[in-house]
């Protein structure tokens, strides 16, 4: 599997419609959690996050939040972000294009929020331009750092060093509160939250105002 850990910047130039890093000059970081919620991998998250007065934004599945309401209430209530990562985690290259911004404008009903993250980070272009004009309003979310807790070849320890070594302020951080990553994740996301919480990091939520 073939992903860059830290997006090069000269990659993000070429897709200068998306969101790759928060300008800031504060020690500040923007953990990020796909695929959700979870009935008890989100609770997880969130019971982490509350240790260290963390907050993130989560990219939750249409789908996902009709089957666990609750669990998508208590990210809200708890004072995280959320945004939309389609209604049934959609690949934007694979799909007809009526298709794909029906499935997001689906999730977009009961998912209130004015950001948007591709499911594997694949849109087209024509894509992005959709989703910037008065239909969705929304802006792209990619990442900084991928923890690559979805990633079978690499190992939990893997996982950690990848977020610690290449995070630096105003990254997006990208973890997963999924089954697929649920083991890695569970190990690593205490370790980043210790970790820079020592370095006086502070761990903010991304919404439309910094962007």
Same mark, same amino acid.
């Given at each position: ?16 419609? *998306? ?8 020690? *500040? ?92 980070? *694949? ?62 994740? *569970? ?25």
């Amino acid at each position: 599997m073939l992903y860059f850990v830290k997006t090069p910047n000269w990659f993000s130039l070429f897709f200068k419609k *998306r969101i790759w890093k928060i300008k800031t000059s504060e020690r *500040r970081l923007y953990l990020t959690f796909d695929d959700g919620p979870h009935p008890l991998i989100t609770s997880f998250v969130l019971d982490e996050l509350k240790k260290h007065q963390a907050k993130a934004t989560f990219f939750c599945i249409g789908d996902n939040v009709v089957k666990y309401p609750e669990v998508y209430k208590r990210i809200i209530d708890e004072g995280h972000a959320v945004g939309n990562h389609t209604f049934n985690h959609l690949n934007g290259w694979k799909t007809k294009d009526k298709i794909y911004l029906d499935n997001i404008d689906k999730a977009k009903k009961i998912i209130d929020s004015d950001l948007f993250r591709p499911p594997y980070g *694949r849109i087209t272009s024509f894509q992005i331009r959709q989703l910037g004009m008065n239909r969705f309003k929304l802006k792209t979310i990619m990442w900084t750092v991928l923890s690559g807790d979805f990633d079978n070849n690499i190992s939990k320890d893997a996982c950690k060093e990848n977020v610690i070594l290449n995070a630096v302020n105003g990254s997006i951080i990208v973890f997963h509160d999924s089954e697929k990553a649920n083991e890695k994740m *569970r190990y690593a996301l205490p370790e980043v939250l210790k970790h820079f919480s020592k370095q006086e990091f502070v761990f903010d939520k991304i919404t439309k105002e910094i962007l």
